[in-house]
């Protein structure tokens, strides 16, 4: 396996297993990125394909974005192995099969009036390019210090400019 699809999975394996990423729209004066809880439909494999999120229809985010626009994404793991910086397009969605599917206890504490509370958003990302990193442990880079060799060239191999979406 190449070092990009390397990537793109343990990105995709990391997203599913923290999910929060800072969202932010390319190019909204004064906006600014927000954490959010990112889903991953279950049928989706390795490759991942369209992240969703849940939001309130009367968040700044939701009226600035519109009809859709340019989208930015930040993710770091929580072990901050794998970090990634992800552009695609934000899309509001009303997929109730979608909402069904992604649909838990996290999503429902926040929409008192469930999955048909009017205010209830469903926005669908549709990443297309990201570039990712894979950390090495910091010890790990220090005993290769100590040893003379330069952690930086091996560097090199954990960081990939990747094609997002369906392949």
Do not use: C
């Not at 889903?39 to 229809?57: K, N, V, Y």
């Not at 504490?109 to 297309?128: H, M, N, S």
């Amino acid at each position: 396996m190449d070092k990009e699809a390397e990537l793109e999975k343990e990105f995709w394996k990391s997203l599913r297993h923290d999910r929060v990423a800072m969202l932010s729209l390319v190019g909204v004066e004064d906006g600014h990125s927000q954490p959010m809880s990112a889903q991953l439909l279950d049928d989706d494999d390795e490759h991942g394909g369209t992240i969703w999120f849940f939001t309130s229809r009367d968040t700044d985010l939701a009226h600035a974005m519109g009809a859709g626009h340019r989208a930015h994404l930040h993710f770091s793991a929580k072990g901050h192995d794998i970090f990634a910086s992800v552009h695609g397009e934000l899309l509001p969605s009303e997929d109730a099969e979608v909402i069904d599917r992604l649909w838990n206890p996290w999503v429902a504490a926040w929409f008192q009036g469930g999955r048909t509370d009017p205010k209830l958003q469903l926005l669908r990302f549709e990443p297309d390019r990201a570039q990712i990193w894979q950390n090495e442990n910091s010890l790990v880079a220090g005993a290769k210090i100590l040893l003379g060799r330069d952690p930086k060239k091996e560097y090199g191999h954990k960081v990939a400019d990747v094609p997002l979406g369906r392949h």
